[in-house]
């Protein structure tokens, strides 16, 4: 058996995986196509999302942030995100769904070193995000969080996807609306293997 050393056997796995920052505003469809890609890809979706949900049933601090449609405590998402990558299931990529939040969880993916290839920005429209989450009906989902979040969304939000949109090779901007969801899956899906 010939021994390759780590760091290259690390290097070339890292080669081939598919990591995937899923960046855009509430109801873009992150999820929704970020479940795409985990089926076609066989990759698992992280979601910081659903983590903090589940966070918000045992920690009264994080149920009352996020009842207000504002972004928990850096330290805690880390905490979850840490010991979700640190699964053996994430070994050959992952969709990363909700996190970077801010330039500050963006600096702390970069001192982590959390890696990623591909930023798929999903660009909606403020009317049509509007009406997309009036009609999902989750928990948060009522009009003066709504608004909230979107406020969220534009101030801590924009400027880590105009940080990534400075590496154009990696950065993916899709137009998620007016069609239906399997093409706009599809479009994803043939951008990131476009880039190889
Ligand atoms: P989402 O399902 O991505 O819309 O997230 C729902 C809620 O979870 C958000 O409104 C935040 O309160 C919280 N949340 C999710 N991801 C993060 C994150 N990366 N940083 C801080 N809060 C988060």
Do not use: C, W
């Not at 400027?159 to 990696?170: D, G, M, W, Y």
């Amino acid at each position: 058996m010939i021994l390759v050393p780590k760091t290259l056997k690390q290097f070339l796995e890292e080669m081939s995986n598919v990591t995937v920052v899923m960046i855009g505003g509430p109801g873009s469809g992150k999820s929704t196509y970020s479940k795409y890609l985990t089926g076609h890809f066989d990759i698992p979706h992280v979601y910081t999302g659903d983590m903090m949900r589940d966070l918000q049933k045992k920690d009264p601090e994080v149920a009352k942030i996020m009842d207000r449609g504002d972004l928990v405590p850096i330290k805690k998402v880390m905490s979850a995100l840490r010991s979700r990558l640190a699964k053996d299931d994430t070994k050959n990529g992952y969709i990363l769904d909700g996190f970077p939040r801010n330039t500050e969880q963006l600096n702390a993916m970069r001192e982590e070193e959390i890696s990623y290839n591909y930023v798929v920005y999903l660009n909606v429209s403020e009317k049509e995000v509007i009406k997309r989450l009036t009609s999902r009906g989750r928990k948060d989902d009522k009009p003066e969080i709504i608004k909230n979040r979107l406020k969220v969304y534009e101030k801590e939000t924009g400027p880590v996807v105009k940080e990534f949109r400075k590496s154009p090779r990696r950065f993916i901007e899709i137009k998620a609306e007016g069609k239906d969801e399997k093409s706009i899956a599809a479009d994803i899906i043939r951008e990131i293997e476009k880039r190889g």
